[in-house]
């Protein structure tokens, strides 16, 4: 079944768009909704700590928020664009 899957997305890898459109999407209900692991704290470059102890829960959310909405907005309008090209 995986093996079937995979093979269907090189065929048509305008499909990874639409996946990663379904993950941005699932994150910016995750930070809608304050489920805890969107603001899990980490180390590496974007320590998510860091940012809410300066300037507070609720504007990182939205921060990430408007991020993840414009990443969303971004992978759909590829898939839409890949899936109107005409193909050689």
């Known amino acids: ?4 899957f ?6 048509n890898h305008q499909y990874g768009y639409l996946l990663a459109t379904l993950g941005f ?10 489920w805890k692991w969107t603001l899990e704290p980490g180390g590496g470059y974007f320590n998510t700590m860091y940012w809410i102890e300066e300037v507070g829960e609720k504007t990182v959310r939205i921060i990430l928020g408007i991020i993840t909405a414009a990443g969303m907005f971004s992978c759909l309008a590829l898939f839409i664009y890949y899936n109107n090209t005409p193909t050689k």
């Open 1 to 4: 079944m995986i093996h079937n």
């Open 6 to 11: 995979l093979k269907f997305i090189e065929k």
């Open 25 to 34: 999407g699932t994150y910016l209900v995750g930070l809608i909704l304050n």
